[in-house]
T-cell receptor, first 115, second 112 residues
Framework: AQSVTQLDSHVSVSEGTPVLLRCNYS??????LFWYVQHPNKGLQLLLK??????LVKGINGFEAEFKKSETSFHLTKPSAHMSDAAEYFC?????????????FGSGTRLSIRP | EAGVTQSPTHLIKTRGQQATLRCSPI?????VYWYQQALGLGLQFLLW???????NRGNFPPRFSGRQFPNYSSELNVNALELEDSALYLC???????????FGSGTQLSVL
């Protein structure tokens, strides 16, 4: 069975400081893991994707995530937050074998940026 | 390249009515997925269409249905609307069933 847990429903950081959005997963298979971002009134946008290649994945807008199998984590980080990063972020797990109908979305983390 | 387009952007209905939501996938994408995003919840998988066929559906009642047309566009129909159906409905398309999803901007359905 698969599941994904985003440990924080809301994260608030000051502009210019690091961002950490936490995600833990469980999967019976070798999963693919994703982070999506949803800006207000916009659709979801893929930030980055892990598919069993390098464990440190670099995405768009300076975000990156590290796959840690021993900790079953896939936390999203960014060294320096920007006001435009304020959005909802979803961690997603997909089994290595099949369709997007098996994809499990986390409940989301709202990132707020303080000036 | 045009992205996934959904219409309408907003839809207001009353209880018991029917709602029809539309989605046009990216050109070349044959798979269309529908998700419901209710307030405070993550995305919940609704339906998956590929090559005109319903391939899978999530844990939703039968009054949620849809179809995919020969041009791969899709409709989501919700019958006998209930207040808790108020949500953002997102459509996504993909070229391959285990590949990157591209999402539309969603239809915000409000049931009064």
């Amino acid at each position: 069975a698969q599941s994904v847990t985003q440990l924080d429903s809301h994260v608030s950081v000051s502009e210019g400081t690091p961002v950490l959005l936490r995600c833990n997963y469980s999967s019976s298979y070798s999963p693919s893991l994703f982070w999506y971002v949803q800006h207000p009134n916009k659709g979801l946008q893929l930030l980055l994707k892990y598919t069993s290649a390098a464990t440190l994945v670099k995405g768009i807008n300076g975000f990156e995530a590290e796959f840690k199998k021993s900790e079953t984590s896939f936390h999203l980080t960014k060294p320096s937050a920007h006001m435009s990063d304020a959005a909802e972020y979803f961690c997603v797990v997909s089994p290595g074998y099949s369709s997007a109908s098996k994809i499990i979305f986390g409940s989301g983390t709202r990132l707020s940026i303080r000036p | 390249e045009a992205g996934v387009t959904q219409s309408p952007t907003h839809l207001i209905k009353t209880r018991g009515q029917q709602a029809t939501l539309r989605c046009s996938p990216i050109s070349g994408h044959t798979s269309v997925y529908w998700y419901q995003q209710a307030l405070g919840l993550g995305l919940q998988f609704l339906l998956w269409y590929d090559e005109g066929e319903e391939r899978n559906r999530g844990n939703f009642p039968p009054r949620f249905s849809g179809r995919q047309f020969p041009n791969y566009s899709s409709e989501l129909n919700v019958n006998a609307l209930e207040l808790e159906d108020s949500a953002l409905y997102l459509c996504a398309s993909a070229r391959d069933t285990n590949e990157k999803l591209f999402f539309g901007s969603g239809t915000q359905l409000s049931v009064l």
